[in-house]
């Protein structure tokens, strides 16, 4: 409260911290007079740490180290020593390393009587019960020379042990910039153990290095240690971070003089095995050569892999700014921009570097808690497999001992995924072989035997099994009682988990399952997957691009967001095609005299958006959303082709009510729609808005972005579109 009060947080009551703040200043001068006035007050010192339990309570109860005043070193709680000062052996405050003081004793009841007498001053007055701000109450002059001085000292120290704590820091850097100096190469060979410490100066650390036997350079192979987990990487480029665990690099050592065409031959030359690379050259490339090298090496097609080149301006640079902490992020930001590299994944199928995850917090989190969500569903192109393989990676293998499999079992019926996710989990090496079968409630068994191994080195404490594109296994589990859920639900639920995965419309089949009250669904938890917000899906867009040295303004980040329709999928894709155009023998527009960095600009915008390529698949995934069902009808087309077909015949900028589309569907006999209830067209627009498809204000209904109604196509589109649905009708009729 005390604290609270001092920092004053806006919605804090204003007499109160008035009141706190003439408290702490009371207490403050009480210690400035105590020689002067002959208090004779005490201080006893207090371990917390080494106070049993109710000390270790005490620290844990304590703020967090953030808001402290006075630093500590060596990693110790600033908690940990604090000292009680009495009057008269009566606690009257205690030391703070937030505040500096804090009271400690009632005042009104503990110090009644001494306030009359040895405590009395210009910190008491005679009918308030509690200490008072003693300069507003006519403090002598002695009083305020002594109060003064004794603060002026007080300041001195304090700023004293706060500037040793950040010079030890400062030093610590400085250190670390010569080491990077000392570190950098200097003759052919330099060895791999001086490559070695040069990578763990530039923050890229436990790295196996050997010597490459593939050229005749002096060049390196380097292996970073396998990482399990949640790891915080320090930056987006896996070339040289999550991939090395599994790829490894190459490092060059290049020494004398370097122009980009001399340093264009030297990497084809070694690029005969293709490895992504970090070149040391031991010269000064100047900003001309450099800009070439930035251009000629986005041109060269035979480079699958990238080339980075720290050369001796890199390394002065690196060297004067030099923190720990930042060194590595720096590296790649002033590099990258130079190199040419693809990071963005297309595909769902391929697993996506964890640096390149964006967004998703809460969803991950619930995915890979126990207490968490047992069905993830939500459209095409929204990540929904991108979250599940970020949860295996954080689960499967940490320090706690815990597995994580995911298993994709599209269109397999629930009596079939058995053998398959039996088969796969004898594979992750969770399962012997004599596991392997094709009924749930045997795997349950093998499952729940398994659990109960306690053995130190082979015991898992907490198995995530998920399962991706899981429709038709859910489908099928409902339609017979869903005997996979009721065969897991008796394993200990703080130590398995079972997730399930699919479209949207997964939804539907676990609100009809609780409606007739008779599904183990009911007791699941779900979480919907949703376009992205503008925050994470700006990040996903600018964050990796900028240490490729892309630039966007906010016009152009709305007009990329608006045509990508906030789809994580589509974004990576234009990503991806912005990189690609860098490729070309225009450079993307862009001059080699004044770049990096790249300006993205309305025309580059444009640009990528003539790539018909690029339209295609946007089109493509697009189409994948409206059509979950089948291909060429769905109940998501067909009201989206209502809405552009309103949008033709009667404009309206609030958008359209559900009475609105049921007219239509009516005029025109679309009978997928009028034989519903009016509830389930309503349940079916607002899988739409979660989709992304529509937005919603009041009763009325509009496209989010233009881009669902672009795709539909011109009046004439429209009205053949639904004339075919017209014709369904007629069929059935």
Known sequence: FFQMALFAPKNFDENLRSKAIGEWRALLAILALNDIRKLNLKAEHVNLGKSG??????????PQNNSVVVPTTGGMSPWN????????DKPLCITSPTTLLSPSADYASDFAEDMKKGLKGPWKVADKPYLVDPLTNHMSTGDLDALRMWLSDLKTKLTGIVNANA????????KGGCNLINNWIVRTPAGAERIEKLLNSLGISDCQVSQDMGNNQDSYLVIRKKQTGKINYPHPIPAFSSLAEEEGFRVLCLYGRFDCNRLMDMFR?????AKHTIVFLDYALNQDERRKLARKIKEEKTFAKCFIVVDRVVLLYLAKHYASNTVN??????????????????????TMPPELFTGREAELTSIESPEGANLVYGGRQLGKSALLKMAQHNIDGNSNG???VLIEIKDLHYTAAAKVVSNKLIIAGILDESCLCDDWDILAGHLEKRLMDN??????????????EADEFIKTSVDDGNRPVSALKNLPSNRFKLVMAGLHNLSRYNREAMLHGNSNLVHLNSVIVRPFQRPEAVKLLTHTLAYLGFRFNENV????????NYFPGLIQLYCQKLLEAMKNDDYAGYSEINTPSYEVTESHFKKVLSDKSFMEKVREKLEITLFVEEKGHSNYHIIALILAYLYYTAPADEGYTLDQILEIAKEYNITRLTSMKREQVEELMNEMWDLNVLSVEGEHYRFATEGFREMLGSRENVDQSMTEYYFEGSETT
């Open 167 to 174: 010079t030890n820091n400062a030093m610590k850097d400085v």
């Open 81 to 88: 020593d604090i000292y009680v000062i009495t009057y008269k």
């Open 329 to 350: 992020k720096m590296l790649m930001a002033i590099t990258m921009p130079f190199a040419y590299y693809q990071p963005f994944v297309e595909k769902s199928n391929l």
């Open 455 to 468: 053995d130190p080195a082979t015991r898992i404490n907490y198995l995530l099994l998920m399962l991706d």
């Open 53 to 62: 339990d109710l000390g270790a309570t005490l620290l844990k109860l304590a």
């Open 557 to 564: 980040i709305s007009l990329i967001l608006a045509k990508t």
């Open 402 to 404: 815990d597995r994580a």
């Open 269 to 273: 030359t070694v690029n005969t095995a």
